[in-house]
């Protein structure tokens, strides 16, 4: 993939985490276009659950003090990332 390709994405998720959140991802950027054609509504949906567990495990980090119930916290995060970069990659 190439490396534009890879900051659209990245721009593009950032946009489309707090887009959903509030329902609908219609952020008309350069970034969240390319990526919305790329990838496609029935993609969009498929994540849209993650996204969701995504932005709840970021506000429940911010909540949690540092200690052992926030690094597994932050270790699920991690893997919602993961999931949610190879949900967009298939
Ligand atoms: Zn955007």
Redo the contacts with the bound molecule.
Sequence with gaps: MSSLMNQFKA??NA?MRQEMERGNWV?Q?E??HAIRSLVGLDKMLAVRPLVRELHQAEQRLAELPAGPERRNYLEQYLRLHDQLADELAK
Excluded: D, I, K
Aim: hydrophobic share 30%.
């Design positions: 721009t593009a946009h952020c950027c970034a969240c």
